[in-house]
């Protein structure tokens, strides 16, 4: 591994960390490891204590949205390594630092095992599979403010077969929303570069009165992911009075 530097546009010397190929490391995982060392969010994240740099995706969301309250109930679905959870407790939990400020519910759920988090309850599951719903109904223990989805499915290579694999982790996850959200709640998922399906966008309408499609500043320009944040949960059975939007101000759409 070595650094080169480089001049910016402000006349400063910054160092890129070059990493070189070693024995039976594929070229594209020499890549990666290059972009994880010069990534500037992946080294914000571990100066200020960050499990990754998804934590300030939802940050940014969050920033513009303000959905994360004092005393909100979260559900974290697809919360490893858990940066979506550290987050969720600084604004929803003040974890005795304030006794004046109500404090909230963190619950993440994942299917692979989180390491522990002050002030959150994290729970190994696998959301898909038969129950589960039902599971963490039981360990929320009553009503959501906020059911947030950054659940991934492992990438098969094949560009249609991964479409359809993310679309029923959406759908899953907002079918659970459904049946757990107060009235007002917020819902928000990662979806793909198109935002939500045609189908699910005339769903989102129909129960929540603003839904945008939003590529926060920190998702990287390469990725196809976009977020979709559904905000004021109206029930079911409501009729479509609002339009779905894509959010200009919160960077770039895919």
């Not at 190929?21 to 100066?47: C, F, H, I, M």
Request: proline content about 4%.
């Amino acid at each position: 591994m070595t650094q080169e530097k480089k001049t910016s546009g402000r006349g400063q010397r910054d160092l890129r960390v070059r990493v070189k190929t070693a024995k039976g490391r594929k070229l594209s995982s020499t890549l990666w490891l290059e972009r994880q060392l010069n990534d500037p969010y992946v080294q914000r994240a571990k100066r200020e204590g960050y499990r990754g740099r998804a934590a300030f995706k939802i940050m940014e969301l969050n920033e513009r949205y303000d959905f994360l309250k004092p005393g909100c109930r979260v559900v974290d679905l697809g919360c490893a390594p858990g940066g979506w959870c550290q987050v969720s407790v600084e604004k929803v939990n003040s974890l005795g630092q304030n006794p004046k400020k109500p404090v909230g519910t963190v619950l993440g759920v994942d299917l692979q095992e989180i390491e522990p988090i002050a002030g959150a309850e994290l729970h190994q599951l696998d959301f898909l599979s038969d129950g589960a719903d039902e599971l963490v109904k039981g360990w929320l223990g009553g009503r959501a403010d906020v059911v947030m989805s950054d659940m991934a499915a492992a990438s098969s290579g094949h560009k249609g077969t991964d479409h359809l694999r993310i679309v029923a982790l959406v759908e899953a996850a907002l079918d659970f929303a459904f049946d757990v959200l107060e009235d007002g709640g917020t819902f928000v998922a990662k979806v793909l570069a198109g935002g939500a399906e045609n189908e699910m966008q005339t769903l989102l309408k129909k129960n929540f009165r603003k839904v945008a499609n939003v590529k926060p500043p920190s998702s990287r320009s390469d990725s196809s992911e976009k977020f979709v944040v559904a905000m004021g949960f109206r029930g079911r059975q409501a009729d479509a009075s609002e339009t779905l939007e894509d959010d200009p101000d919160a960077g770039p759409l895919g």
